[in-house]
């Protein structure tokens, strides 16, 4: 009797085991989308994150471990080869349909770089060519609440192509991630509406698609693109237009030096807020993406207090 009881006992554990590890796997190169991905197979399987760290998502390179683990997945999902460019070589040994690049779906708002209007010195320019690939689209789309229920929802229906056993989970799990993203937008734009007229400056030009779609002003951009270098120059006039139009917030990522922002604000009477648009400091998880968003939406309305 013991030893039945036993064996029903391991075969259970088994059978639950089994049921745990029968989603796909899938991977996901950066923290917001892998935060989308993980609300909508919870209860199925549990994605990877390939980008962990704060590193820069278009200069970082691939260890052998990630790899292999690209080499595993059921699915990809980046956001383009041009984003993480240090995925290009490995793209290129990734079968077709086991790629998503969120940049193919159709309807997306994906707005053009505005690095036109800023120029650089030239020699600046040249020794930043090496670490910053330019390209003709700022791609920094998860930042506009509508895009991602686009995303979302292209992403839940090549999850159930895949995986069809489990559909019921995945449009359960859809459902109640766009509702959540639904009142994370009404949060936001509550928390963001007294500031619309204000105008703000950023160090580099990276918030444009929370700015369109929450309908902010245009912000003074200091630099096109983080990591940019900045010129003598360029610092002077900056420096003048904030002090013209009584700008008083300045936001700034997390790879800009801080010496950077005193050399900025010397003589200007500036706020300043250090935001990180991928949140890596939030741990991976369906919770992840609100809370960047809440905390990217806090301090933009508490530097424009």
Same mark, same amino acid.
Request: glycine share 2%.
């Given at each position: 009797?013991?030893?039945?009881?036993?064996?029903?006992?391991?075969?259970?554990?088994?059978?639950?085991?089994?049921?745990?590890?029968?989603?796909?796997?899938?991977?996901?190169?950066?923290?917001?989308?892998?935060?989308?991905?993980?609300?909508?197979?919870?209860?199925?399987?549990?994605?990877?994150?390939?980008?962990?760290?704060?590193?820069?998502?278009?200069?970082?390179?691939?260890?052998?471990?990630?790899?292999?683990?690209?080499?595993?997945?059921?699915?990809?999902?980046?956001?383009?080869?041009?984003?993480?460019?240090?995925?290009?070589?490995?793209?290129?040994?990734?079968?077709?349909?086991?790629?998503?690049?969120?940049?193919? *779906?159709?309807?997306?708002? @994906?707005?053009?770089? =505005?690095?036109? /209007?800023?120029? &650089? !010195?030239?020699?600046?320019?040249? %020794? +930043?060519?090496?670490?910053?690939?330019?390209?003709?689209?700022?791609?920094?789309?998860?930042?506009?609440?509508?895009?991602?229920?686009?995303?979302?929802?292209?992403?839940?229906?090549?999850? *159930?192509?895949?995986?069809? @056993?489990?559909?019921? =989970?995945?449009? /359960?799990?859809? &459902? !109640?991630?766009?509702?959540?993203? %639904? +009142?994370?937008?009404?949060?936001?734009?509550?928390?963001?509406?007294?500031?619309?007229?204000?105008?703000?400056?950023?160090?580099?030009?990276?918030?444009?698609?929370?700015?369109?779609?929450?309908?902010?002003?245009?912000? @003074?951009?200091?630099?096109?693109?983080?990591?940019?270098? &900045?010129?003598?120059?360029?610092?002077? %006039?900056?420096?003048?237009?904030?002090?013209?139009?009584?700008?008083?917030?300045?936001?700034?990522?997390?790879?800009?030096?801080?010496?950077?922002?005193?050399?900025?604000?010397?003589?200007?009477?500036?706020?300043?807020?250090? @935001?990180?648009?991928?949140?890596?400091?939030?741990?991976?998880?369906?919770?992840?993406?609100?809370?960047?968003?809440?905390?990217?939406?806090?301090?933009?309305?508490?530097?424009?207090?």
């Amino acid at each position: 009797m013991k030893n039945r009881l036993l064996l029903s006992f391991i075969l259970m554990i088994t059978i639950k085991s089994v049921v745990a590890q029968s989603g796909p796997s899938v991977v996901v190169s950066i923290k917001p989308i892998h935060s989308i991905v993980t609300a909508l197979m919870s209860g199925i399987a549990e994605p990877q994150l390939l980008l962990k760290s704060s590193n820069s998502a278009h200069t970082f390179h691939l260890k052998p471990s990630q790899v292999r683990m690209l080499a595993n997945a059921d699915l990809v999902i980046i956001i383009s080869e041009d984003f993480e460019s240090g995925l290009r070589k490995a793209i290129k040994n990734i079968e077709n349909e086991s790629l998503f690049q969120i940049t193919d *779906i159709n309807n997306l708002s @994906i707005y053009k770089s =505005r690095s036109e /209007n800023i120029h &650089l !010195e030239e020699h600046d320019e040249h %020794e +930043e060519h090496e670490e910053h690939e330019e390209t003709i689209y700022d791609l920094h789309l998860w930042l506009d609440i509508d895009n991602i229920k686009l995303i979302a929802k292209h992403i839940n229906e090549h999850l *159930i192509r895949i995986d069809p @056993i489990n559909q019921a =989970r995945y449009n /359960n799990n859809f &459902l !109640e991630l766009t509702l959540d993203l %639904e +009142e994370l937008k009404l949060d936001l734009e509550k928390e963001i509406e007294p500031f619309l007229t204000k105008q703000f400056s950023v160090f580099a030009d990276t918030l444009q698609y929370l700015e369109k779609s929450m309908g902010l002003k245009r912000p @003074i951009i200091i630099t096109p693109y983080h990591g940019a270098r &900045l010129s003598i120059n360029r610092t002077l %006039e900056v420096k003048n237009m904030i002090n013209d139009l009584n700008v008083s917030c300045l936001l700034y990522g997390q790879e800009v030096k801080l010496n950077q922002v005193s050399v900025l604000t010397e003589g200007l009477n500036l706020k300043t807020f250090e @935001i990180d648009i991928l949140g890596s400091d939030y741990p991976a998880g369906p919770d992840q993406y609100f809370n960047l968003m809440k905390s990217i939406s806090s301090k933009l309305a508490s530097c424009l207090i």
